[in-house]
């Protein structure tokens, strides 16, 4: 009996994870559609048939990266990517444009847009670079 290794169960759907080639970091997959909302010119994007992440890191330059270690940056993304730029004014909220700062000064914000999400009234996976919830990143 041999056990069952799950990296070969997995052979043909692609890794929910991958390492950012630059920071080195595993990051989570993110859909082409997110891509295609927030990469410059996307009509000249070259997209391949692979699995995409989102690095999140405020150091590294990548954005976007392929499981062929493909990577797009920050300059070639027509989206400022609020977690990566280090100033107060960085959007934070995308769906309701919501900035880091705003979201310090009136904790009512997260309410709102916390009540919103739940009632589905959000569009992260189109507006929010990293195609995520963004309430996870509100102020504590
Ligand atoms: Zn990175």
Known sequence: MSDCCSSSCDIGAPAKRHRCPVN?????????????????????????QQAY??????NCEVVYFGQDNTTIKASEVRTGVG?????????????????????EEN???KQF???????????CEYRNPSGKCCLKDFPK
């Not at 992440?53 to 405020?58: E, G, K, N, T, V």
């Not at 847009?113 to 569009?123: F, H, N, Q, S, W």
């Open 24 to 48: 080195g970091q595993e990051y989570k997959a993110v859909s082409t559609t997110t891509i295609l909302h927030h990469i410059k010119e996307p009509w000249s994007w070259e997209e391949n």
């Open 113 to 123: 847009v916390t009540e919103k999400t739940r009632g589905g009234i959000c569009a």
């Open 53 to 58: 992440y989102f690095c999140d890191d405020p």
């Open 107 to 109: 904790p009512e914000i």
């Open 83 to 103: 977690i990566k730029e280090k100033n107060q004014n960085a959007m934070l909220c995308y769906c309701f444009g919501v900035s880091f700062s705003a979201a």
